[in-house]
């Protein structure tokens, strides 16, 4: 591990400050992910900033019945927020199948969001790997990819994006507040996650010294019918094979409002909008269902290991809105 300064920030403008006159400085909060990386040689910053006594892990309603939910927050107090809970049901499961309790109470929900991908050539920092180094190449294309992606991959990359959060923001259009060089803005959360393309290394948009402040989840009534579906190795800490964020609203014996997306499946968390358009309208059966997951999967680009994961990805859909038709908990 190379050596590198620390910093504790005392305030917002002297954290950005502080990573912005440092090209190699970084934002350092739960540091779950983050200093394991650093241990490997995989990140290799030579400022940390600690951001841990920052005023960002508020809960706040919005006027329009929403939440803003502060990005220092800790996923265990999310969690277990009664209005998360509540009103958004998907998140709060989301974050509970997300980590073990120990991980829980110390990430926080920005860095969940900015957390780096699981494939193991990323972290073995003496493997070709284009997020890493780009341009080195991508040793999962030919080498072990059990666990990859077959949607918005690239010839440049396969990595899955391994955040559960994120797979509960996007069904929801949630969006990302951020505070940097330049200001404040806010992001679609759909547009936050960048598809490798060419430049897999760059995976949001964010400017360096730009810092995630909060995320906003608009009202969405449709959201207190929802539920989060994790299919994986094992019952214990594990990421996802296969995920569905789900929010269903059935009148009448159909669907009246629909809203999905999937982790563990893409190179981001991907919100399954062929399938939602297929399904509106329709009859609220498993075949309707089954025929609208076919849809969603039918540019699925799978290699060899990870072939399974295409009819796993149907079949989770089609449970997850079997169980919100059938008012089953997940």
């Known amino acids: 591990m190379r050596p590198f300064d620390y910093t504790r920030a005392a305030d917002t403008d002297t954290a950005i400050a502080a990573v912005r006159e440092h090209p190699g400085g970084a934002f350092l909060a739960g540091g779950t992910t983050e200093v394991d990386l650093v241990r490997q040689n995989v990140l290799r910053p030579d400022l940390l900033v600690d951001i841990s006594d920052l005023p960002l892990d508020r809960v706040e309603d919005l006027p ?58 990323f972290r073995d920092a003496t493997s070709p ?6 341009g080195s190449g991508c040793a999962a294309m030919t080498g072990y990819h059990r666990g990859h992606a077959v949607l918005g991959t690239s010839d440049t990359c396969i990595a899955v994006h391994p955040s559960d959060l994120a797979v509960a923001l996007v069904a929801l259009d949630a969006v990302v507040r951020t505070r940097g060089p330049s200001g404040e803005r806010t992001v679609p959360v759909d547009d936050f996650f960048l598809p490798p393309g060419d430049t897999p290394e760059r995976e949001h948009p964010l400017e360096h010294g730009e810092l995630i402040t909060a995320m906003d989840v608009p009202a969405t009534p449709i959201a207190a019918r929802s539920l989060y579906l994790k299919v994986r190795d094992r019952a214990s800490y594990e990421f996802a094979l296969v995920s569905v964020a789900a929010a269903l609203d059935v009148r009448d014996g159909a669907v009246a409002g629909v809203r999905l997306a999937l982790g563990g499946v893409a190179t981001r968390p991907w919100r399954a909008r062929l399938a939602e358009q297929a399904l509106a309208g329709r009859p609220a059966a498993p075949e309707v269902f089954a025929e609208a997951a076919g849809r969603e999967l039918a540019a699925a680009e799978p290699r060899p290991q990870n072939a399974f994961k295409v009819e796993l990805a149907k079949r989770a859909i089609v449970r997850a809105l079997t169980q919100l038709t059938n008012g089953e908990a997940p």
């Open 64 to 121: 329009d019945g929403g939440l803003r939910i502060g990005a220092l927050a800790r996923m265990s107090d999310a969690a277990e927020e009664p209005r998360i809970a509540t009103r958004f049901p998907v998140i709060a499961q989301a974050l509970l199948l997300g980590a073990s309790p120990q991980l829980r109470n110390m990430a926080s929900m920005g860095g969940n969001l900015c957390q780096r991908v699981r494939c193991p050539y």
């Open 129 to 134: 790997c284009n997020k890493r180094d780009p």
